[in-house]
């Protein structure tokens, strides 16, 4: 059986109620997420074997993530204690025309200030099949991008296949470096990378070249060029994304293995309980997918998608649906009739 | 003036707020109802007078029933006490792709543990005109079947109008009998009956037959073989709802006195605040209607159809609506302007 | 730089959450409003000075009430303070084809009882360029329309530009005149008037004519005779508000300075958090566009529209955003992407 | 059996929560009371039947203050519907050293502007035994107070029995005439009379002794000379109240039949969760205390003290305790152990 | 290490909230506790091993029970599921002089209705070294009490040390036996026994004798006569509750190893947040002194009675402190400063 | 009159409420303080003009703090604006024997990232007579401490009267250096000191000596050491805070003029709704005194202590009472009776 690991930041999230704005808010939410960890979840969820290698600080509020680690059996058993604070982030939940907003607070936090030996990686990746990272990490700080490489070359050598998730965020890489220089020999060990075209081409220092998703006949050339500068790439996909509105997304995606291009029908999402963590769960049912029928890459692409568009009726950044529900949603059926 | 009667089963519901799944909750909210309660609740609200008839436990829980039967107006002096506990129903609200969920735990209630005795039909029908029941109540348990069989014959002995919303629910049924053996004969009394075709051919036993709600022609007859197997029938009519999302459906309704079909326009409801007691919203209407309107059959179905959209926009099990403001829906006016 | 003083009533408003009715509320959400302070607090928004000009009790609710003007940065330093109590709007909002409800508790409040005195006009309009009133203070009492034809004659006489939101409620006007019988003297000083042209004329003692507001070629000889009643009249502008449900509004605007008719591409709105108030952010959108961008009326009119469709995804009376918000909704972006 | 009739005001209360200062809260807690109506509600909690005079407005309030009563079993086939307003008051709950606050908002209620004809006493007590009323009623208005009059003769005409509880209120009695001009000729015909002996003194005209209630040897004459002034008094009882701090009261008890005092044991009531109501508590107690135990004085006394003591432990106006409840605290157990 | 292995039911605990009545919540608080599973988790909370066994339904209830085992780090790989429903208790939280109410809703549960095989007690008790049982258990069916029998006997055979609370409930035991009749076989088992020694007298056949555990002459006779009856019984504690009110306890407790009586110091409780759960608090943290300070009996105790105490301030069913806090208090810090 | 201004951190404040555990907290409440915005809160309250310096983050949660000083009517004029975040404290707030807990988060916040340039201080003293300073801020980073210094010298320059609340926290002071290396030189500008004996003794590198405040005849001797270390001092103060538990604390507090010892009665604080903040209280409550009182230093200290126990019975770091609360829980009447 697989056992997936996952590599990244948890954090606090801090998000106002009932649509309110940040300055309307006496109270905020607290609930606990983070790319990878969102990723974890959705494949506990799906009964597979999990582990997430994070650091948290010794205080309460890191007592707190690690608690909801367990609570979603998430693997704990390899996460690093230390540091000085959790990071945060702050989420006010937009609606119709205004959109969403987050306020980063996660400077300085445990894992930013991972150092040297805070992860065993040849002992954390023992049994493991399929590493997991993100864009996000080698963003938040050059201790965090070392580790990830560390991770990542350890991956490789010891055979697993490695995922990652684009991610990019432009109000992260702060510490000095551009993408360009970090993200290259980080993808060059990836089997499957998630994002658009152009953030790839931008993370590998490619000129954007805006494709158009609907035209299957230019997009293998347009992928091809990953592959080319990804050695070891077997699977590119993209999450598409039309935003209506705030409350109001259509959802698609593209899954592309060097050879064929698989196109899901767009779904429309209407409303949005919360769109945070809905390209997690693509990603995590993406790995599920490619594990669970990978040869079919059709349905593993479908599963993707209905998992993507499942996330934005939960609230939180994690992806709460059983792999009843998304396979019921992947076949079909997503007329919300009552179960009862 | 009429005075209506409804027998049945009111629940203690606990619902999680917000779009919520039952594993984030840390409260739930917490009301009373049950389809046959939301009928007489609807009726109450529209000025007639009614009785409603159901055995809650002498304890805390119980009281809080009794409380809101009578902060709701809804008659209450004929309410037996006793038995161990009040049905619970755990109600997790859907949105968008995602339906609701439902999971009873509404076994050895007070009214499915009900003994011979608990009611007195012949002084509970002294002075009413109407009797509404539901498929709900034989299916709980065999001495709510046998109770809802002596009430529906003393009712019918007094000369009352019957009624019956048929509402299968495929997880109760559970003591042993299938609908088929019990609610041909408790049919057999009714005056109208509430429901698809094709459930109530399959309580009665027949075949299913997938009609087509939109072909005028071929619903006569469908509706025809109800009225051969039911020999007191007058009316039966059918609650249409296109289900596009948990958050968005769409309504309308045909009613079928034997001789004509009526067809009300099709109604598009989103967003949906709460869809749980909108069938008893429907009937509840439906009833109002037949009473109120009866040489003008559309305009019963009319009002049935408003009364049923308007539930989707009320929070909780039954319709806390005004006359007037069904009324002022019925007749075009459903644009939700400020009303200041 | 400009200081725009708005004069009326800033009143307690008690509403019930998540859509439940008033009979479900056991809280209400206790907030702060009024259409004219809501023009002050969005000008504040946008970096202009303000002053509110209104009277309130000497007692903790009044005291609230002036923490809410101070905390938005609205100037209060002409606040009057007397009188018995702070008036109350109830406010249950409504869903889908349930329109919201608003219950009036506003009679023998401070303002509505305002004396001779209470305010000092000429010291209040020191410094000032704009005063904008609107016709529910002349509705609320005898005392407050003398109040408003005071300080509109002494703005007059300073030479500040007048602008008025024509805002009818039937439900005030109740103290013994008509509007006919006092607002063409008030909009006679008036610069800037916003209103449907049917309101305006019923106002103006004309007969209502039902206009086309696509009709570009009828509109202006329409507006024109407002402008023939309204010697100092220089802009006209009218909300479009096309009401699909409580949950969607359709928001155009069309603005006539007397030679030319703008109109604003009409945006969709859905779903609605809060629609009260959106007319008041339409008009101070409109007296910020006017004041800014004067030479360019398409501009201050989307601006206006802008405003006022944002509106409706905020929570209370006023409309909490910023100018560039406004601005990057104003130039096409009504995505509601992430902002992260 | 008895039937006890209470006149006065109900009001919309608004209290926040969780001790918070008024300029805290964001919401408020959202309930129906009034000193007359608690009185109704005690006694129909230990199952007698009560009728409530009052008047509401035609609206939303209204109606969600006439829902209450019902819902707690108070005869409402007398209130008055018209007026324009349901009279509030705001509570800010206090706690240790910090008292609470009551912010009036009840002037132009639509009791205090009710108008001759809106009862017909003859007719409200038919089958009435008891009737009681406050000494709140008379200060609101003049037309209050002479309803409250008209209500007293009918009531001696017709052979009741008449309670008053004097509370007395600073802040109202603002129309324009004293206590000791109205009370006199109204305190006439009670039998009991509840509260300080210098409250009744100050409101019969006499002038203030600061009694002291555990010096039994000086009371009954000082009692006595209500004997003197109100001719039909039968009972007088004050209720001691020694407030060590918001959270904490001590809370005992005097009865004077003219013959004898009764005294009841001090009882410690800490922490205080709600005192507002707890006269209207004792008041309740004692009248079911006279009418139940009126061969033994120290039992209704004793009842009327546990009463007021539970108010305490209960949020909101009202006494929401059992017969039982009172009846196992009188007895002695007040040690709040876990019923289970 | 030591592991101690639980059994008992675990139940949806439903409370009100800021001690209000039944009658007056909208919401119930959902958490997850039962007196065995409350002891599993304070021993978690301190560092040990534990399995918990109980049976849950296999529906969404069932698994946010599990979830909750989870979080809290209980061992739960022996979890038997099935069954109809997940047990649940309603909790009134009282203040003062009104105690707190429990209404149980329990019967029917996964856990009442278990059966053979459900549990296979060798295989859980493999690396076991203490069981603990309650006196609950037994009392709610038959089955329930059968396979407690199963599981003493095979823990008995097995060698571990052998733990229960009385836990007498008198409105279980409805199944038709007696505690006399079911619990002197199970406690003949026993090592440790906490409860009241009438408790025990009555659950063994004997006369109560009615204790004054403050005379430490007489304790050692009255329970000798426990060792007498149990042959494998090593300890005796009793939990001392003096109930102030329902806010305010004074806890102490005794402790006899059948040669030397242990008495502990009275500790005032004040206020109480929540004493539901602070004998499994006693219990848990007994365990924990015996396995720990075994020699020193007196610690032991003192830990019990700490731990008791400062379950009074946390909300829930189970005692949410660290290791390090009862320790802090056990040594005599109990000011309650902040830590900062 | 009096500009008092007041230079440290504010931070936002997250709390769980109602006693829960942070790792029960769903929510978070959230406010804004600090021990130097507290006392300016406090003197803003009384009536006194204040300007508080500090430095926020430009985002939103930075844009939250300031509105919450605006809406208190604290001078945020010279507020400097910058940095990457705001500081954040965590608070569980405890109860009984359970003491609250915070976890500090302010590392790396824009005041502790202070650069020269910040404040420009000879403009900030412009027109004010007070400055206040804590001995947090020189404890949060070298470069907070270099500024507080700067502050200190220019506000001596400007001959202004300088208070210090000596505030050790031994969670901070990370950044390398000691107290006794820093506070000397910042102290010996001060006029009025507030803090332990011992803290003031370590602070100024002394042995601590353990002092009895009750002892009025060694204690002048002990604080003359002060002032032969702060050669500006005249006044130092001794909050007394005896903690019977986090519930109850007993309240008192000594001043001393270098002649005479005063002594306030200890008061009775219980319960406590909030203790964090009261200190500040004290302060803010000394200065007031000061500067009204200050030829009756014993009223000064009174008011400082009545303004401290108010301060534990709100909700939040300020003290939202009036100087009217003050001055009469002051003058003897502290037993919160209802005012109404």
Known sequence: MSKIVTFGEIMLRLSTERHLRFIQAKTFAASYGGGEFNVAVSLANYGLETDFITKVPENDIGACAVKEMR???VGLDNVAYGGERLGIYYLETGAGTRGSKVVYDRSNSSLATTKPG???WKKIFEGATWFHWSGITPAISESAANQCLEAVKAAH????KISCDLNYRSKLWK??????EVMPELLSYSHVILGDIDTAYFMLGKNKV???YQDEKSLPSLYDALFKLCPNLEFVATTLRYSVSASHQRIGGVLYDGKQIYNAHIKEVTPVVDRVGSGDAFMGGLIYGLLTYNQEL???LDFAVAACCLKHTIS?????VTLE???KMMTGDSTGKVSR
Chains 1, 2, 3, 4, 5, 6 share one sequence.
């Open 118 to 120: 805070d992860f065993d």
């Open 316 to 320: 939180g950044d994690y992806n709460l």
């Open 210 to 212: 805006n494709p158009n």
């Open 298 to 300: 059709q349905k593993a």
């Open 175 to 180: 510490y000095g470096k551009q993408p360009s």
């Open 325 to 327: 529900e998304v396979e």
């Open 71 to 73: 609570k979603l059996k």
């Open 157 to 160: 050598e010891l055979g697993l």
